[in-house]
């Protein structure tokens, strides 16, 4: 099964089981990708969480029912999977701009999300410089949040975790530790939460040893084989948009299958921030 095969499938099966309570374990292994990873591809793919798509399209239908037939609120409220009337009408107001009882009688305008279909596009024209590394088993060392994804997270997310580290002095910390083969810190995303829409964010640094009295947590990592992305630019910008070409060209284009281990951003360049800043993607294949 193809990259894009298997996407569209679990994308199909999605729209078979709105009415349904469904997990992201159920709608990853349709494609027989991991959960982490599908909602990663799903969220940089589409720049919305795969909760957010489903809650977005189960509004979207439930509008064309109101408008269409004589069915009961409440019931179109269980139908969808809201606890009450109130719920549903909070959230379809929040989506639509009025009420259930409103886009009943016409008033106002409905937003309408409608189904995905991917389709294959002829790009590549960018060139992506990459090369495969073999890296033995090795550890990150480093503070862990949870943080808010997709674009509906709080404001409490992954740049303010940044600023916050890079004020309190745990840069230089972790600078001090960072004796491994990837020079430069890590921010590293794992274990998404689709329900609580929420990730585990680490920023860290590759550290071979303990690293007694630092206050740092380890994340470990197996021998595993890794492609590693170089990414020009200024990083706000550059790292999203590389992650965007990765997943819609590179993995499409080649042979390779993702392995269920989490996604590191390398941040190797003295300024991340200048316009000729040059950093790295590490992600793990088989």
């Known amino acids: 099964m193809t990259f894009i095969e298997s996407l569209q499938k679990s994308i199909d099966f999605m729209e078979n089981h709105l009415h349904e309570d469904i997990s992201i374990e159920e709608i990853a292994a349709q ?35 109101l408008a269409t037939t004589d069915v009961k609120i409440i019931d179109l409220a269980l139908k969808y999977g809201y606890d009450s009337p109130e719920a549903f009408t909070k959230a379809f107001r929040k989506q639509h701009g009025v009420s259930p009882s409103e886009a ?19 790009r590549g024209a960018e060139p992506m410089k990459y090369r495969i590394v073999e890296k033995d088993a090795f550890q990150a060392v480093g503070l862990k949040r949870v943080c808010p994804c997709g674009v509906e997270g ?20 972790l600078a001090a530790l960072m004796n491994g083969e990837i020079k ?11 329900k609580a829409g929420t990730i585990d964010y680490w920023i860290a640094a590759e550290h071979v040893g303990d690293a007694p009295g630092s206050g740092f947590a380890a994340l470990p990592f197996p021998a595993a084989k890794w ?7 200024y990083a706000p910008t550059a790292i999203p948009n590389a992650w965007k070409q990765i997943f819609a060209e590179w993995i ?7 392995a269920d281990l989490p996604a590191l951003e390398a941040y190797t360049s003295p300024d991340p921030y200048r316009p000729d800043a040059v950093n790295q993607i590490w992600l793990a294949v088989k």
Do not use: C
């Not at 404001?155 to 910390?173: M, S």
């Not at 430069?184 to 689709?194: E, K, P, R």
């Not at 499409?252 to 993702?258: A, H, Q, T």
């Open 31 to 65: 494609g027989h990708v991991s959960p982490y990873h599908f909602q990663r591809m799903f969220m940089i793919l589409t720049d919305m969480s795969v909760g957010e798509y489903l809650r977005k399209r189960r509004l979207t239908l439930a509008a064309q029912e």
């Open 104 to 122: 009943r009688k016409g008033i106002g305008n409905l937003q309408s999300y409608n189904r995905l279909m991917i389709q294959v596009h002829l």
């Open 154 to 173: 709080s404001p409490n997310g992954i740049a303010e975790f940044w600023a916050e580290v890079g004020k309190d002095g745990t840069i230089d910390k």
């Open 184 to 194: 430069g810190l890590l921010g590293i995303t794992d274990n998404y939460d689709a």
């Open 227 to 233: 492609v590693v992305f170089e990414v020009s630019g």
């Open 252 to 258: 499409p284009s080649n042979g390779y299958e993702l």
